[in-house]
C-alpha cells in the first residue's frame, strides 16, 4: 500500500508560508481547461494546504520546480492570496490545465496523544495525479471513505453525476515551503520504502 503518512514528535507546530514570495495559479490563455472542484470532508483541522506539483516527484522531493498552492481549506490564517479566498470554506473550485498530468497533495496534521510531554503528531499528505481531458468537469474528495489520509478523483457528468476516474495515489512527499519539520521523517519513509517513489 503506498505510504501517505509519517509520524512525528514536535513540541510545536508550524507550517507557514513565511519569507516566501506568494505564487498562484493559472492556465496559459492558449492552453485547454478543465474545471475541477477540491473538496474535503472534515471541518478541522484548520489550515489544510493543497499544493500543485509540476513534472515528476525526485527521490522523495515532490518535484524541481517550486510548490504553487491552489488553496487552503478550513482557512484561519490572514493568506488571502488562493482559490478559498480567506475563507473557511471546505471546497473551491477552480479551472485547470487539461491534457497534461495534474499533481496535488494535502497535508493533515493531526494529534494523536502525548509521549514524553511532547504532542505526538501524524501527519497524513494524501497525493494523487490524474490526467484531466478539456472541457471536462472534475472533482477531488478528500477524506473520502472516512479515511484523512485518502483522496480520490471523480468526473462529473452534465446531470452532476460523480464517476471514479483512473488516477496514481503516490506516496508522501517532502515539499520545503510547508513542510521543512517533518522532512526526516519523509526521509526515511524513502529509505524504507524507495519502490514506492519508483515512477
Request: aromatic share 12%; proline share 7%; charged share 20%.
Amino acid at each position: 500500500m503506498i505510504s501517505s503518512k509519517v509520524k512525528y514528535l514536535p513540541f510545536s507546530l508550524f507550517l507557514s508560508l513565511s519569507g516566501c514570495t506568494v505564487v498562484t495559479y493559472s492556465v496559459p490563455e492558449t492552453s485547454p481547461k478543465a474545471n475541477l472542484t477540491i473538496k474535503t470532508l472534515y471541518k478541522e483541522p484548520g489550515n489544510l494546504w493543497v499544493n500543485y506539483y509540476e513534472g515528476d516527484m525526485v527521490g522523495y522531493e515532490c518535484s524541481s520546480k517550486r510548490a504553487i498552492s491552489l488553496a487552503n481549506l478550513n482557512n484561519i490564517s490572514l493568506v488571502s492570496a488562493f482559490a478559498d479566498k480567506g475563507k473557511h470554506v471546505q471546497s473551491v473550485n477552480l479551472d485547470i490545465e487539461a491534457e497534461k498530468p495534474f499533481r496535488i497533495q494535502m497535508v493533515y496534521p493531526f494529534p494523536t496523544g502525548i509521549e514524553g510531554g511532547n504532542l505526538k503528531l501524524e501527519f497524513c499528505a494524501p497525493h494523487v495525479s490524474f490526467l484531466p481531458k478539456s472541457g471536462m468537469n472534475y472533482k477531488i474528495v478528500h477524506g473520502f471513505g472516512g479515511d484523512v489520509c485518502n483522496m480520490e478523483v471523480f468526473e462529473i457528468d452534465q446531470n452532476n453525476n460523480d464517476f471514479p476516474v483512473q488516477h496514481k495515489k503516490l506516496p508522501i512527499c517532502y515539499n520545503p515551503a510547508f513542510m521543512q519539520h517533518i522532512h526526516d521523517p519523509i526521509r526515511q519513509n524513502y529509505l524504507d520504502n524507495p519502490h514506492f517513489y519508483e515512477q
